[in-house]
């Protein structure tokens, strides 16, 4: 499989890859999710669904800011660009911009552990692009979300134990009503730094 470099402390991977995909400038990503993918384990019951594309990159040790700007071209309920934290088909948690059944643009997250806990943050207008950041503070996982890039908006505060599969991090594209969805995923950067505070914006 091929590797691909976006700046990160090591390449990335397709774990699940998508039929079209294609690099956007040095540290750019477009991926097109296909018709019928999600990544979602529905707590009512029912087999996990994986079928979401997702690339990526061995976790460091340590703490660590992870972000990109995410633009979508919506059109299905739930279409949506992530990041990912990824440790097996129960084990993970995703930041996503997302659809909403009733045509909104808005911040959503997802923890699994088993299965999956679902939750709503704001609404983004005009569908415009939207920055996205996990942030690991030791044990301990930070989503947050900006409208601009430089004001940060504390999405999910929370803990994803390990389990047996070491922990990956990376980008995920999604369409699980729709015929399919374009993600483009830019401005991706990493910093080996601790976050200082959970509300403060920064």
């Known amino acids: ?45 029912g087999e996990p669904v994986l079928s979401a ?11 660590f800011q992870f972000s990109a700007r995410v633009r979508v071209d919506f059109a299905g309920s739930f279409d949506a660009g992530c ?5 097996g088909p129960r084990h993970w948690a995703k930041l996503a911009y997302e659809r909403s059944p009733q045509g909104a ?9 088993d299965v999956s806990d ?11 692009p939207l920055w996205l950041r996990i942030s690991r503070l030791g044990p301990a996982w930070a989503f947050h979300a900006s409208t601009d890039g430089v004001w940060w908006e504390f999405v999910r505060h929370f803990r994803l134990d390990p389990a047996a599969t070491p922990l990956r991090f990376g980008l995920s594209a999604q369409s699980p009503t729709g015929a399919g969805c374009p993600v ?8 080996a730094t601790r976050l200082t505070d959970l509300r403060d914006g920064r």
């Open 1 to 45: 499989m091929q590797q691909i470099d976006l700046g990160l402390p090591t390449p990335l991977d397709w774990e699940v890859a998508p039929p079209d995909w294609a690099r956007d400038g040095i540290t750019g990503l477009t991926v097109s999710a296909p018709a019928q993918t999600d990544l979602f384990v529905d707590p009512a019951g």
């Open 53 to 63: 594309p997702r690339l990526l990159a061995p976790a460091p040790e340590g703490d």
């Open 83 to 87: 990041l990912l934290l990824y440790s």
């Open 105 to 113: 643009a808005m911040v959503v997250s997802v923890i699994t552990r």
């Open 118 to 128: 679902d939750a709503n943050g704001f609404v983004v207008e005009a569908a415009a």
């Open 184 to 191: 483009w995923f830019d401005r991706i950067s990493f910093s």
